[in-house]
């Protein structure tokens, strides 16, 4: 069982760049692999990247290059750095716990509130 909850979203340029943070709570976190969605209104909630609890990340093709996920399991924290912001980067983030198999992510029952990120042009 994880508890979630995102923080870091703002309002940023075209070009600029944030860092999101999920904070997790319960026993289960290190074992747990972990997600991070995006959902702009009207349209379907989609994976933007995912890290496995031993480390691996995965990425959706929009966002390669430029946002990295990283864990800190010392401080039970799930990283977002978002650079090269675009404005068809803005929507609600939304970190998720779930499971790794292979290099697909799973997500599980465990979602934050969301945090809005907003890219002007």
């Known amino acids: 069982q994880v508890q979630l909850v995102e923080s870091g979203g703002r309002l940023a340029q075209a070009g600029g760049f944030l860092r999101l943070s999920c904070a997790a709570s319960?026993?289960?976190?290190?074992?747990?692999?972990m997600g991070w969605y995006r959902q702009a209104p009207g349209k379907q909630r989609d994976l933007v990247a995912s890290?496995?609890?031993?480390?691996?990340?995965n990425y959706a093709d929009p966002v390669k290059g430029r946002f990295t996920i990283s864990r800190d399991n010392a401080k039970d924290t799930v990283y977002l750095q978002m650079n090269s912001l675009r404005p068809e980067d803005t929507a609600i983030y939304y970190c998720?716990?779930?499971?790794?198999?292979?290099?697909?992510?799973?997500?599980?029952?465990?979602w934050g509130q969301g945090t809005q990120v907003t890219v002007s042009s």
């Open positions: 890290i496995s609890n031993s480390g691996r990340t």
């Open positions: 319960g026993s289960t976190y290190r074992t747990t692999a």
């Open positions: 998720n716990g779930g499971i790794v198999s292979g290099s697909y992510y799973n997500p599980g029952n465990y």
